[in-house]
C-alpha cells in the first residue's frame, strides 16, 4: 500500500497523539496549529488509567509518568473540611493498571511533540477551508493547500473543522460555572493529600505536581460572561481565602499573574464524528466539563483508536465509520456523566447540599471505584486485555 497522507488541524493533546499513532503506522502526517507555537500554560492535568493505557500504546507512557507526580489518596471533603470520600492510587493502579498521574500540560505537549518529526509540525497555519467531496479533499492554511487522504479536526471546543462540515451541530453550551487554574510556587510542605472541597455553588480542589508545586482549581456558579469586579486573583482570595486549609496557603504561593479564567462549556452530542474521510477528535468531537477529568483522557483514546480502525485498510471512509462507532456512544456518555457530577458539585440549596455531602460520606471507597470502572477499564482496540479481565482484578 502507497503511503498515506494526514492532515491534522490542531496541534494539541489530541492531535498530536493522533499524529503520532498515524505516524507509527507509516502514515505521513502534518498538524496543522494555528498558533504560533506547539505549547501549554498555566495549568496541570490530570491522567487517569484509561489515558496512561493509551500513552502506552503510544509508546509514551514511561516517559509521561516521570515527569508527574503519583498521590498515595485523594479524596473529597466538605465546606469544614471533613472527608467525604476517599481513593486509594494504589488500588486504583491494582484494579486499572495504572495510578492517576499528574503533570503540567506543557510538560504533557513536549513529550507529544518530540515523539514526532520536526517537519511534521507546522505552527502558525491558520486553516480557512477544508473540502471533501467525491474526488478530492484540500485544506487550505496560511502555509498553502493541502490535499491529503484523511483530515482530523482537532481543534477544539469551537472548531473550525465542525463548523465547516457540520453547519447544522449545535454549539457549544454554558454549564452553569465558571472555573479558575492556577499552580503554586514550590511548597517548602505541600499538603500529602489532594483533594476536591465542596461548598455551596463553588467548588476549589488542588493535587500534586512534581517539585514541590500544587496544581490548583476552583469553580463559581455564575451567568455566562461575568467578569470579576478586581483581578482574578484578588476574586479567588475573597471567595476562598476563609476556606479550610490548605486553601488559604495555597492561595497565597499562587502568583498573582499567574491564574487562569475560563467560563465552561460542553458540547451537545453530535449524530456523527465523520463526515466522508474527516474525522473529529477530542473536544472538536465531544468537548466535556472537567469534573471526571476526562478531557485530554478521551481524546488520547480517540487517538489511538482511530488509527487502529485505518491500520490495515485502504477505506479511508470505511474505516472512519468503524472509529466513529467505537467512540461516539462512549464519549457522549462521559459528557453526560461529567456534567450531572459537576451538577451535583455546585449545588447551592442548603437542603440539597446536606443531602449531597451525607450521601458522598456513606458511600464506601469500593462503591466509589466500581462506579469509575466505566470509565477507567478501557482497553484499546486489538490489545489482548479485555475489559472484563481489568474489571475482575
Sequence with gaps: MPQRAATIIGGGIGGLAAAIALHRRGWRVEVLERATEFTEIGAGISLWPNALHALEMLGL?????ALGAVEATGGVRDRRGRWLSRTDNAELARRFGHPLVVLHRADLLRVLTEALPADSLRSGSEVTVVRDDDHSLVVEHRGGASRPDLVVGA????SAVRRALWPDAAGPRYAGYTAWRMVTE?????PAEGAATWGRGERFGYTALPGGRMYCFATASLPAG??????????????FGSWPAPVPALLAAVPADAVLRHDLYDLPPLPSFVRGRVALLGDAAHAMTPNLGQGACQALEDAVTLAHCLDGTPDVAAALRSYDLLRRPRTQAI??????????????WPPAVLLRDTAARLTPMWATLRSMTPVLSWTAPGDPVTA??????
Design 335 to 348: 459528557t453526560r456523566r461529567s456534567a450531572r457530577l459537576g451538577a451535583v458539585g455546585q449545588l447551592s
Design 226 to 239: 461575568t467578569a470579576s469586579s478586581s483581578s482574578e486573583y484578588a476574586e479567588l482570595l475573597r471567595r
Design 155 to 158: 481543534d477544539g471546543l469551537r
Design 388 to 393: 472484563t479481565e481489568s474489571e475482575s482484578n
Design 61 to 65: 507512557a514511561d516517559a509521561v509518568r
Design 186 to 190: 514550590p511548597l517548602a510542605e505541600p
